[in-house]
């Protein structure tokens, strides 16, 4: 069994004040725990201030919510994989639903992406979804193995080096309205599946987060859903208490 996998991203929220204090009211109240991985993927901006509050907590690691494919050059207001990974990222963010549907990334940019992550040696979490037009049409297990195969088409260690993936249906997203453990396990069977063609025997130590929607009083059934290994949190991360509660899922 995969070890869960806890993931806050806090999008564009907590600049390094909070998430200061926020690190040091999470770390105080969360001992160190072995059968779970917590990651944190600050604004980019505060991604020191969390790294210094949390000390030598190896069992946390950090992430960022996007980077450029290139690795360094006249990209103003771009991050690289080389600068992330100097300050303290272990994990990427790739193709979130906000940056495909607001910022217009395509397959292609998050295939990209995807390619400088693990040039760089960090580990991607390449979020898949579809829109409630694309469930409603029955076209959500297309849209989702699509980006999956395309999200990871321009890697060339898919068999030898980790990667993470999270089925975030766009749909969920924020809204209050979660998918039903069902749902999510039917997708993330679907997933598993690709992976499994894709990755080879590292298909079974592949992580698939569900995100979407997740808050204390539905998190532990949709981590008990099969082949649902972790979750990838929003809103309901930003409160150290209701995040802790989600983390004791
Ligand atoms: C997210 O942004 O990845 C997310 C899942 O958001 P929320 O938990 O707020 O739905």
């Not at 999470?26 to 020191?48: E, K």
Request: aromatic residues 6%; hydrophobic residues 40%; contains cysteine.
């Amino acid at each position: 069994m995969i070890a869960p996998i806890f993931a806050a991203n806090w999008k564009m929220n907590n600049g390094p004040t909070t998430a200061r204090e926020f690190m040091l009211s999470f770390c105080s109240q969360y001992p160190r725990q072995n059968d779970r991985t917590i990651v944190f993927f600050p604004p980019a901006l505060s991604l020191h201030a969390v790294a210094a509050a949390m000390g030598d907590r190896r069992d946390i690691l950090l992430g960022v919510q996007n980077v450029h494919w290139e690795d360094q050059g006249a990209f103003t207001g771009e991050l690289s994989v080389p600068l992330a990974r100097d300050a303290g990222a272990r994990l990427v963010l790739v193709g979130h639903s906000e940056r495909r549907h607001v910022f217009g990334e395509t397959d292609e940019e998050c295939a990209l992406k995807c390619a400088a992550v693990e040039r760089g040696g960090l580990t991607p979490m390449l979020c898949v979804g579809e829109t409630l037009d694309e469930r409603d049409a029955g076209a959500a297990e297309d849209t989702v193995t699509r980006q999956l195969r395309a999200g990871l088409s321009r890697m060339t260690q898919l068999q030898h080096r980790p990667i993470t993936i999270a089925y975030e249906p766009v749909w969920a997203i924020g809204t209050g309205r979660n998918a039903t453990p069902e749902d999510a396990a039917a997708m993330h069977a679907v997933i598993r599946a690709q992976l499994d063609d894709l990755c080879g025997d590292r298909s079974r130590a592949t992580s698939i987060l569900y995100g979407g929607s997740v808050n204390p009083g539905n998190a532990a059934s949709l981590l008990a859903a099969p082949g649902v290994n972790g979750l990838l949190v929003g809103g309901a991360s930003l409160d150290p208490g209701t995040w802790l509660a989600i983390t004791r899922a």
